[in-house]
């Protein structure tokens, strides 16, 4: 596909779409789009992510009677499911679009490939390699023991459970509601972690993948990943069911990979391509301080003046800000100048 159709491309190989990022348009008032929205809030990711929780919950997920206890045979299980869905699903794009190169750099944000950029700043001097082990050996594990713990009280009756049957109507706008809950969960610790020392201290794991890949999306410290897998346990107190637990916590797994694709599109066919919806947070990763949150569903970068659309109108006001808070850095320390 020509990728010159959908965007532009820089002297250094560097492409970005030409159309700036929206957020939903019923915030807008652009209720015409409101179908086209729908269509893509829908398919193909929340879909997808719809039927991995279907293959968990009939497949995967043990007995209730099993899960009232903790035993190390049903937790180490969904640690090797949920550790080989994502060996699975990641590892393909990474595979294919990083590995073998089957899209070259077409919609590709940043030209490079992160194999070309050793740095002191990974394990063994490779993003590659620091972001798989981190994947697998932290991230993995942490979300298996939330998911473990999660069940386990809804096994033993620790939460607001409801029955669907009774309740339909509830569980279909809950259901719905699972992509805006992830938003305000992320959106709240995600800024938290970007501030002071807590940035240092945590979050700077997962930034050091400036130019992220598949492998970067569960590349974090022990304390962002149990912060962000954590979200399914929203549903312990509200009224909801395990269920719906879950496709919170698969919708935040198997999603982590949307904003860390690196591709805008990924072609399928030479007419037809997915779009990533990765543009968003490939901008958190490139400017670090605008779009803590999601695809603008709840816009609260929009709100907070942290929202990033592409545009160069967007850039000015990032750079202002910037610019204001290096001010406002500098008067603090400055130093007192004694009363005359
Ligand atoms: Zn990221
Ligand atoms: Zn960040």
New binding site residues.
């Given amino acids: 596909m020509d990728d010159l159709k959908y965007g532009t491309r820089d002297k250094r190989g560097n492409w970005a779409p030409s159309m700036p990022l929206k957020i939903a348009p019923f915030w807008t008032g652009k209720f015409g789009q409101l179908g086209k929205w729908l269509i893509a809030y829908l398919w193909p990711h929340n879909t997808i992510f719809m039927a991995v929780t279907m293959a968990y919950w009939y497949l995967v997920l043990p007995d209730w009677a099993v899960m009232k206890s903790f035993a190390w045979g049903w937790a180490l299980r969904l640690y090797a499911v949920n550790a080989a869905g994502i060996f699975v699903m990641y590892g393909s794009i990474e595979f294919f679009y990083y590995v073998r190169r089957i899209q070259g750099t077409r919609f590709k944000y940043n030209h490079k490939f992160p194999s070309e950029n050793p740095s002191d700043v990974f394990w063994f001097k490779s993003q590659n390699i620091d972001n798989f082990l981190r994947s697998f050996f932290v991230s993995i594990p942490i979300w298996t023991m939330i998911e473990v713990v999660t069940l386990w009280c809804f096994a033993n009756g620790f939460s607001n459970r409801i029955d669907p049957a009774a309740h339909p109507v509830w569980i279909a706008i809950l259901i719905l509601l699972v992509p805006a809950i992830h938003e305000v969960h992320f959106f709240c610790g995600h800024w938290l972690i970007h501030q002071g020392p807590l940035y240092r201290w945590i979050h700077s794991v ?2 050091n ?1 400036i130019n ?1 890949s598949p492998w ?2 569960m590349s974090m410290h022990p304390v962002e990943s149990t912060f962000f897998f954590s979200e399914m346990m929203w549903h312990l107190l509200l009224p909801s069911t395990p269920f719906v637990a879950l496709f919170q916590l698969t919708s935040t797994a198997y999603g ?1 990979i949307v ?2 694709i690196g591709f805008d599109k990924l072609e399928l066919t030479d007419e037809r391509a997915m779009d990533s919806h990765a543009y968003t ?1 490939y901008l ?2 490139k400017y670090f301080e605008v779009n803590y949150g999601g695809d603008g569903l709840v816009p609260l970068d929009k709100w907070f003046g942290t929202w990033h659309d592409g545009t160069k109108e967007a850039d000015e006001r990032m750079k202002e800000r910037f610019r204001r808070k290096k001010e406002r850095m500098g008067r603090k320390k400055a130093p007192v100048t004694p009363a005359a």
């Fill in positions: 997962h930034h993948s992220p970067s999306s982590a904003g860390h947070h958190h990763h």
